[in-house]
């Protein structure tokens, strides 16, 4: 079983900058799809970014420009940098990993809290 553990949430002024990592416990994460997801109070989890094993990367159009995805694979680690943070960027950050083909098995994290005051 992959175990995903989120840090780096807290809080941060608007305007500001966090930055969110992930550690996964197995190595699948060299070859896994990696993303990160968030959910605001009353509202549907939503996806924010995505990475490929390959480091090809793809953003929500609200956060294109302000945030970065990236990943270490030699730490089993991937990265969210939020910076020109909104109050509206506030949420439970999830970090997700898909294995792909042919199993396409999907993994979560429990999730970091990002307040971002205005």
């Known amino acids: 079983q992959v175990q995903l553990v989120e840090s780096g949430g807290g809080l941060a002024q608007a305007g500001g900058s966090l930055r969110l990592s992930c550690v996964a416990s197995r190595t699948i994460f060299s070859t896994a799809i990696m993303n990160w997801f968030r959910q605001a109070p009353g509202k549907q989890r939503e996806f924010v970014a995505i990475?490929?094993?390959?480091?090809?990367?793809s953003y929500a159009d609200s956060v294109k420009g302000r945030f970065t995805i990236s990943r270490d694979n030699a730490k089993n680690t991937v990265y969210l940098q939020m910076n020109s943070l909104k109050p509206e960027d506030t949420a439970v950050y999830y970090c997700n990993a898909n294995s792909g083909a042919p199993n396409w098995l999907n993994y979560w994290g429990k999730g970091t809290l990002v307040t971002v005051s205005s």
């Open positions: 990475i490929s094993s390959g480091g090809s990367t």
